[in-house]
C-alpha cells in the first residue's frame, strides 16, 4: 500500500511536494500509527498528537481529501493509495510535516 504525505520545510524546499511511502497495511491499526512508524525512520517528517483518543484534535489532517483525525483513522478503511496532507484551515502546516 503506498501512502503520500505532503511535504515541506520552507528553509530547505522550493515548494511543498508530496513523498511516498510503502507500508504495510497489516502492521498498525491506525493512521496515527502508521505515521509514527514512518517518523521513526525518516526523522524529517513531524505530526502534532496528544491524546490519541479522538479529542484533541492536534492531530487532524486531510485524508484522500477530507478531513479527520489520524489516531481514529482505521488504516483498513483507507483505499489503497492514500494522500496526507495538512487540513486546508491549518496555517501552520510547514511545522506539521517536515522539521
Ligand atoms: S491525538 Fe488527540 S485527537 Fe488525535
Known amino acids: 500500500m503506498k501512502l503520500s504525505i ?8 522550493k515548494k511543498p511536494y508530496m513523498q511516498d511511502y510503502e507500508i504495510d497495511p497489516e502492521t498498525d491499526r491506525m493512521l496515527l500509527d502508521v505515521i509514527l512508524r ?15 483518543e479522538g479529542v484533541c484534535g ?3 489532517i486531510n485524508i484522500n ?6 489516531c481514529i483513522t482505521p488504516v483498513r478503511e483507507l483505499r489503497n493509495r492514500w494522500c496526507c ?6 496555517r501552520s502546516f510547514a511545522t506539521w510535516w517536515s522539521t
Open 65 to 70: 481529501g477530507r478531513n479527520g483525525l489520524a
Open 58 to 60: 492536534s492531530d487532524a
Open 6 to 13: 505532503f511535504r515541506f520545510d520552507p528553509d530547505r524546499d
Open 85 to 90: 496532507a495538512p487540513c486546508r484551515a491549518s
Open 38 to 52: 514512518i517518523k521513526a525512520q525518516d526523522d524529517s517528517l513531524t505530526i502534532r498528537k496528544s491524546c490519541r
